[in-house]
């Protein structure tokens, strides 16, 4: 049976991601993958959950196991709103909504925001499932491009400089402010303030989406652009999969009250609720302060391995004008720029014939550009892994060079 004619047009908009397709060939054995954004398994807090786990069922089991307020645990909202308050951000319980993660947040954020055809605007480039979200309504999706201090301001004022000129007002400005993913770089604290500058003169709505703000390996950290912000143009979200587990499927969403309750509604058709076991759980993790020793565990294993990728890299690439590669301050991933004749695609088939693996950059465009980038992720290999993959990696790339230069050759020579 054809049931094309049944689906929607947002559904029949929704393709089979070409990456996800790609990915499949990681899935064999031998094969060294720095394509996912695993987090090591190894910093996951097991021995510390089962006690609390429980003490749980046997303390408020019953409750624990049954639906729950949409809204979230309001104890564990509390526990948020300290953790909030020792980065800035003042937030009371009605500006909380607690998330089944940050990838439902960006599907509520959808969800309240955009018609078909609505305009967002967001890094170039940027966080795949936020443009498999924003996709599934129908999102027209502009970028802004960015460099070694995150989104260029004078870039993203032009952009809406260009857009307003043609009558369309974008719906909000989407940033993965810290050690972004997939780049790994970080929104300056200068270019926060402008950002908010020019939202504030455009009268825009920003959302800053920070899975990775807290494993930061060195330096200061930014503001959050929450904690800037004066006017209530700030939407945040915030998620435990990456400083605690990413299993849980929990995170939050701050933002001013009105928003907050669209969202809710958006929420109770999706889910109804988060699991109140979940949140439970992680209520009592917090209350016995275990989360800031669990960070510290995770920054100094991903820093290491950070470490001994980047030098890695640096011992194993070939020189070639043009190769480069993010040297991140914290977070998951590095980004690899070719020299712009290469083609990342055309890389990955090589490096998967060699049994290593990473996401070709134009996964993290909506207009699939950033063709002669890739990402690599840090944190899931272990260092025996990264090693021998950077190896794997560097003698790709070299092969594949110097295809191009025998291409070349005979091209020239008769
Ligand atoms: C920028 C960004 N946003 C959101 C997510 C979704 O995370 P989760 O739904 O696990 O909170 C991810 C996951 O990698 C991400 O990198």
Known sequence: MDYTPYFSKNALRMKRSEIRELL???????????????????????????????????????????????EGD???????????????????????LIVTASQQGLDLLGKIFIDRKDTVI?????????????????????????????MIPEALEDKLRFLFEKGIKPKFIYLIPDFQNPSGVTLSGERRQQILEIAEKYKMIVVEDTPYRQLRFEGKPEPPLKSLDKNGRVISLFTFSKIFLPGFRLGWIVAPEKIIEKLVMAKQSADLCTSAFV????????????????????????????????????????????????????????WVTLPSYMNSRELFVRAVEKKVAFVVGSAFHPHEKCENSFRVNFSYSSPKEIEEGAK?????????EAEI??????????
């Open 405 to 414: 230069k025998r291409k070349e050759f005979t091209v020239i020579t008769p």
């Open 122 to 150: 967001m890094e170039s480039p940027s966080y795949v499932g936020a443009i498999q979200a924003f996709n599934s309504y129908s999102a027209n999706m502009e970028t802004v491009d960015c460099d070694d201090d995150g």
């Open 392 to 400: 794997r990696l560097a003698r790709a790339i070299e092969e594949y």
């Open 24 to 70: 499949k060939l990681v899935n064999q054995p031998d094969m060294i993958s720095f394509a996912g954004g695993l987090p090591a398994p190894d910093v996951f807090p097991v021995e510390e959950l089962r006690e609390i786990v429980d003490e749980v069922l046997k303390e408020e089991g019953r409750k624990a196991l049954q639906y729950s307020p949409t």
């Open 74 to 96: 309001p104890r564990l909202k509390e526990e948020l709103i300290k953790l909030m308050a020792k980065e800035g951000i003042s937030a009371r319980p009605e500006n909380i």
């Open 279 to 334: 949140q439970a759980i992680t209520y009592r993790y917090l209350k016995r302060g275990h989360l800031d020793s669990q960070i510290k565990k995770i920054v100094k294993e991903y820093r290491e391995k950070r470490d001994l990728m980047l030098n890695m890299f640096e011992k194993y690439m070939p020189k070639l004008n043009g190769l480069k590669w993010t040297k991140p301050k914290g977070g998951l991933f590095l």
